[in-house]
């Protein structure tokens, strides 16, 4: 069984040392180094497995069936004897099967059903690097399990490129053995300037076509994702400088045939389009070029709005490395990269692990299982973030999986069997219970394979017609394939033997309702495209000359995050349903709004399903509704609705004065802080208020004073003085309304003898002098009049007196008397 030629071999005695001393080994092994296929054959017989299997987790479905299906001819026998594996759809294993491959929502499951993995003595994690969703959860529990049940279980990470350092720590401080792989040169060219164009499949089919005729051997093309790897394919067929050389896809869904397509040596020389599943995953013989389009589709969950979208992004330094690796397996190679060599350092070191940005339902359903809701005490290599996993608590509650106090209910418990995400595992309880189980395992099947759930001619794909199409194609035609098989497995699994089941159009709807119920959308304006969901998000189905129904079931949407969407999988919906299958969360709510044509207040009483009306009616409007819809109204348009006249603003200024230059416990009149509680001062004076215009008689002042006690009115007088009196006896205003500083405008004859600048605040905010002239004209602006009486009066005498002859204009203004009238006669 082994292999002198695998790099892998050179470290295999250090790693059954290790595994025999400690609970938690990490293997870091570039691909092609011979970890997937030789390290499970390899511990086989160790003593310290006592006899028990070996459980390997292998995150991709193609993957983990090549990797069984080839231990098992090392083996010299067939799969299901000693090699075995169990993926979605597909299990064979024996009595006899001691290394069995599995992917990751199935080891979670039986996890799930066995926490104590009864006759497993080592789990391996393949492929850690990817950071799936499902591995990290796997390990977590794994890693539980060890700590709590099982301290003979023994863990093997094995990785191609990591951050290993987090991942050694997270496991006790797991010896880190490196293994060096076996590459051949490769020689990389950048050719820029495609990098995350729009038509990937066009420029990279003519990329295809300049490659293939300077270079030899097999090439591998990667590319986002299953819609660019049949275009190009398209493109290519019959193109001219192609002539001699086959044009193969490789990608999740295809049958195990179409995979050996790509995999295996051709008699011919083959371009192989694939996903990053070629990245790690699969060996593929023969390739000594790669083009390598630098972009990777992956889903990113928006918690605001609820919603899944598939995003086109690029790939990280590391996978770029992976990928360029696979030309030199067999020799020298050659990698084009459609991006700059600047591009490249500008690229993330590593992927971001799926947990940051996925729907983390079924993880939320798996922890309540698990009895964690929270996920507190798990050795998380990164936590689920908690705004999402709040979010997927709370859908959870809406599928009826948990309650209130996010326990699992009796709904959620029987989700947990269910190898399908929790809104299909609802759907298909719900079918059942309806008796329409054989339409239920046909969406089950259709939702199990994302790359079925596509329309035509750019529209959004309707579920009756993908549907209707999948059930009637040809058993010759590619896209049938992964169908026939989940209906299978469903209908075995939920023991439907017939089709005699009378379902119509409106039960599509209703399944999916729920499953789906916080993406039903009512359209809003009719006949505008523009749908409302009851998560409070919006979306709109394109194009705008189809078929509207008034309200449908958003299965997805695409679009940027906090914009409204475009609908992609939609199916129409009978809206009357909505009290029959939800009633209990359709609540009643009486609503206050404002009319702005006619400027006044407006109350209705509305039925509701999350942020959907199902119906409204007028109601008389109350006093407390004309108050909250005034408080709704300045909230939206500033307290700039209000009429501030000259005493109001004063004091609103005086107020703010006090704030910076008084005590701590001053309240803030900043313009936020009274919008912020517009309930607690100025809700009393809106009473009397009926239209928009009767906001101009509100007694602002009395509303900003009711915010200060006794103590602080004092206060407010005390620092900020409505009044100065001058020497002259006047008691002159102080504008606080127009400067940073209080201005005191006075006439220059009413400050004779006063040399120091007069100041508020308890004296420490000096007041800002505008010294005016017996026609109160500005004369000077000065906060130092000290320096104005000895420097500049002298040149403002000489000017003005003679203009101002009735006015005192003394020589010595430090001893002239202070006076606001005119000179005496003698």
Same mark, same amino acid.
């Given at each position: ?41 390899a511990l086989l017989e160790e003593s310290w497995l006592a006899g028990h ?300 692990? =799926?947990?940051?940005?996925?729907? !983390?339902?079924? #993880?939320?359903? /798996? $922890? @309540? +299982?698990?009895?964690?809701?929270? *996920? ?19 859908l959870l509650v809406d599928l009826d999986a948990l309650d209130a106090r ?23 309880? =719900?079918?059942?219970?309806?008796? !329409?189980?054989? #339409?239920?395992? /046909? $969406? @089950? +099947?259709?939702?199990?394979?994302? *790359? ?65 119920? /916080?993406?039903? +959308?009512?359209?809003?304006?009719? *006949? ?107 909230r939206r348009r500033g307290l700039e609705l209000l009429t501030w006249d ?181």
């Amino acid at each position: 069984m082994s292999d002198p030629g695998l790099p892998i071999e050179s470290i295999l005695h250090e790693l059954r040392r290790e595994l025999g001393r400690h609970d938690a080994v990490v293997l870091q092994a570039p691909p092609g180094s011979g970890k997937t296929t030789r390290v499970p054959l390899a511990l086989l017989e160790e003593s310290w497995l006592a006899g028990h299997s070996i459980l390997m987790l292998e995150p991709r479905r193609l993957a983990a069936g090549n990797a069984a299906r080839f231990m098992a001819g090392q083996l010299g026998e067939q799969v299901g004897k000693r090699v075995g594996y169990t993926i979605r759809y597909e299990r064979k294993v024996s009595a006899d099967t001691r290394i069995e491959v599995v992917t990751e929502g199935v080891l979670t499951r039986r996890l799930q059903r066995d926490p104590e993995l009864a006759g497993v003595g080592l789990v391996i994690f393949d492929e850690f690097h990817e950071r799936h969703l499902q591995t990290d959860l796997a390990l977590a529990l794994c890693r539980d399990v060890q700590e709590g049940l099982r301290d003979n279980l023994k863990l093997l990470v094995m990785s191609a490129t990591l951050d290993a350092t987090p991942l050694v720590d997270r496991l006790g401080g797991a010896p880190l053995l490196q293994c060096e792989g076996r590459m051949h040169p490769v020689e990389t060219e950048y050719v820029g300037g495609e990098f995350g164009g729009r038509d990937v499949a066009a420029m990279m089919a003519r990329r295809i076509a300049q490659v293939a005729g300077r270079t030899d051997g097999d090439i591998l093309v990667f590319l986002p994702g299953t819609a660019e790897i049949l275009r190009c394919r398209n493109m290519l067929q019959g193109h001219p400088d192609l002539n001699g050389i086959e044009v193969v896809p490789l990608y999740g869904g295809l049958d195990y045939p179409a995979q050996e397509r790509a995999i295996r040596p051709a008699q011919r020389r083959k371009v192989v389009l694939a996903t990053n599943i070629a990245e790690s995953s699969l060996t593929i013989q023969g390739v000594r070029v790669v083009i390598d389009s630098g972009l990777v589709r992956q889903p990113r969950f928006d918690v605001g709005s609820g919603l899944t979208r598939l995003e086109t992004v690029r790939v990280s330094r590391a996978s770029a490395q992976q990928r360029a690796g696979r030309a030199g397996r067999l020799g020298p190679g050659h990698c084009f990269r459609l991006w700059t060599a600047g591009e490249h350092g500008a690229l993330l070191p590593f992927a971001p692990p =799926e947990i940051r940005s996925s729907d !983390l339902a079924p #993880l939320a359903l /798996d $922890l @309540a +299982a698990w009895g964690v809701p929270e *996920g507190t005490g798990l050795s998380w290599l990164d936590p689920p973030p908690e705004g999402a996993l709040a979010s997927a608590r709370e859908l959870l509650v809406d599928l009826d999986a948990l309650d209130a106090r996010g326990a699992l209910t009796r709904v959620g418990r029987r989700m947990i069997d269910f190898p399908a995400h929790p809104r299909v595992a609802r759907l298909l309880i =719900e079918a059942e219970r309806l008796g !329409l189980s054989a #339409l239920g395992c /046909d $969406l @089950a +099947a259709l939702f199990g394979e994302p *790359g079925l759930l596509r329309g035509k001619g750019g529209r959004a794909a309707d579920l009756r017609d993908v549907l209707q199409g999948l059930r009637f194609v040809g058993n010759g035609q590619e896209i049938s394939g992964p169908f026939r098989r989940g209906r299978r497995f469903w209908r075995q699994r939920m023991q439907v033997r017939s089709d005699n089941e009378s379902a119509s159009g409106l039960d599509i709807g209703r399944l999916v309702a729920v499953g789906w119920p /916080d993406r039903i +959308a009512l359209e809003a304006p009719p *006949g505008s495209g523009r749908y409302r969901l009851a998560n409070g998000s919006g979306a709109g189905l394109a194009p705008a000359g189809c078929h509207h129904s008034p309200a449908l079931v958003a299965v997805s949407t695409t679009g940027r995050s906090g914009a409204d969407g475009r609908i992609g999988v939609f199916c129409p919906f009978d809206p009357e349903m909505i009290h029959e299958i939800f009633p209990e969360r359709i609540r009643t709510e009486r609503r206050v709004g404002w009319d702005e044509g006619a400027g006044r207040v407006t109350a209705a009483e509305e039925t509701r399903f999350g942020a959907l009306v199902l119906g409204s009616r007028q109601i008389p409007v109350q006093a407390s509704d004309r108050v909250d819809a005034f408080l709704a109204l300045l909230r939206r348009r500033g307290l700039e609705l209000l009429t501030w006249d000259k005493e109001a603003g004063q004091l609103l200024a005086r107020c703010r004065f006090v704030a910076r230059y008084g005590s701590d416990d001053w309240p803030d009149y900043s313009s936020d802080a009274l919008l912020g509680e517009l309930e607690n001062w100025l809700a009393p004076y809106l009473l009397t208020c009926s239209r928009e215009a009767d906001l101009a008689k509100v007694d602002l002042c009395s509303a900003l004073r009711a915010r200060l006690n006794w103590s602080q009115l004092q206060q407010l007088d005390r620092l900020a003085p409505e009044r100065w009196q001058v020497p002259s006896g006047s008691k002159v205003r102080i504008d606080y309304r127009q400067h940073e500083q209080p201005v005191l405008a006075v006439k220059l004859q009413e400050l004779f003898g006063l040399a120091e600048t007069p100041s508020i605040g308890g004296g420490s905010v000096p007041l800002l002098l505008d010294l005016l002239s017996p026609a109160l004209r500005p004369i000077q602006r000065t906060q130092d009049l000290k320096n104005f009486w000895n420097e500049v009066y002298p040149e403002v005498k000489k000017e003005l007196k003679g203009r101002y002859p009735k006015h005192p204009w003394p020589d010595d203004p430090w001893s002239a008397e202070p006076t606001r009238r005119t000179r005496r006669k003698k």
